[in-house]
């Protein structure tokens, strides 16, 4: 049996969970899993191979238990100590900015006087933030969570995602659109999307628009102002707290249609990142997640059926896809976690 760490200390709680879950019937693998208290909280997992643990002791641990493989789910930060485990074990990482990953020393220090200079500071003096080249350098295995990205970059194929809820068919006479993720015009474009809004014709036809994710700033007063700009037949909802996942949940199983209007460039700690190169979009993992059609800009490259294109004339898409149908057996629990194992096997 192959004894498997799964480290996640930082940011991706998500995706730590979706391993937890494809793995824990597999008879194969042992796998221990290692939370920050942050991660710990959220997820919530309550398994006698699930561990509260601090980066000053987890090394020691680790050694101790011998793995045949570990898995860093984020490594954005305490670079010295995730060097130190690429080093010593078998290690895969997942990769969510690759261009951070080829980063080099001048590009790190450029980027500690341009956001965040303080936490950049701390990185720098106190977790080896020159380091963090080194620690993807070191690692036996780079991973990617999309499979096309992975392709193109020489990654191995990570596949976490997997379809958890059934498609809930459509009565209404409305087209429910979501766009999921916090109100941020940095990571999609919400300003050019209102501007289509205000565009639509009176078909007959009523539409609801959920911006489904916290509204702050300049975005949440372009929102509140758009309302009285746009035709009566769309519906305009937003949230200016952060929602529970409960009420995200269900949002996301009644509407009809993802709306994912991708900025094309965006930056993790001041190095750009490109959408669909060398970045994976979040909202793939909640078309796959809830079984829904996602509509993404054009330039977003994806093989995926149910990632399309945006067209010209977005009010007819709407209308179009919501009369589609996509399968996503092929993202079924046991089918992803047959193709998990398959990795695990050979990692």
């Known amino acids: 049996m192959k004894k498997i760490a799964y480290i996640e200390l930082d940011t991706h709680a998500e995706l730590a969970n979706n391993f937890f879950e494809l793995t824990k019937d597999l008879p194969e693998v042992s796998i221990d899993f290692y939370f920050s208290e942050k991660i710990y909280k959220i997820l919530k997992l309550q398994d006698e191979n699930v561990f509260l643990t601090d980066y000053s002791e987890l090394l020691e641990v680790l050694e101790k238990k011998k793995y045949d493989l570990v898995i860093i789910g984020t490594v954005h930060r305490h670079f010295i100590f995730y060097k130190m485990i690429a080093k010593k074990f078998n290690t895969a990482i997942l990769v969510h900015n690759l261009n951070f990953t080829k980063a080099t020393n001048w590009q790190l220090f450029k980027s500690i006087f341009k956001k965040d200079q303080k936490y950049r500071l701390k ?12 620690v993807y350098q070191k690692a036996k295995y780079l991973l990617g969570i999309d499979e096309l990205t992975s392709k193109k970059n020489n990654l191995k194929f990570f596949p976490i995602y997997f379809n958890q809820f059934n498609f809930l068919a459509s009565e209404r006479d409305l087209i429910r659109i979501v766009i999921p993720g916090a109100v941020s015009q940095s990571r999609r474009d919400y300003f050019s999307f209102f501007e289509k809004l205000k565009n639509f014709k009176d078909i007959n036809q009523k539409y609801e628009v959920i911006f489904l994710g916290k509204a702050s700033g300049k975005e949440l007063e372009r929102l509140k102002s758009i309302i009285n700009d746009i035709p009566q037949f769309i519906n305009i909802q937003y949230f200016e707290e952060k929602i529970s996942q ?11 249609v993802l709306y994912c209007p991708i900025q094309t460039e965006t930056e993790f700690f001041s190095i750009k990142e490109i959408y669909g190169k060398t970045k994976i979009s979040g909202n793939i993992g909640d078309a796959v997640k809830y079984g829904k059609p996602a509509i993404f800009p054009s330039n977003y490259p994806s093989d995926l059926e149910f990632v399309i294109e945006e067209k010209s004339d977005l009010q007819t898409q709407f209308s179009e896809t919501k009369n589609q149908k996509f399968s996503f057996d092929s993202y079924s629990k046991e089918n992803v976690s047959k193709r998990l194992k398959l990795l695990l096997e050979n990692l």
Not at 124 to 133: R, T
Not at 246 to 256: G, P, R, S, T, Y
């Open 123 to 134: 990185l720098l003096l106190k977790e080896g933030l020159f380091e963090a080249p080194k």
């Open 246 to 256: 409960k009420e995200f949940d269900q949002w996301m199983l009644e509407c009809d």
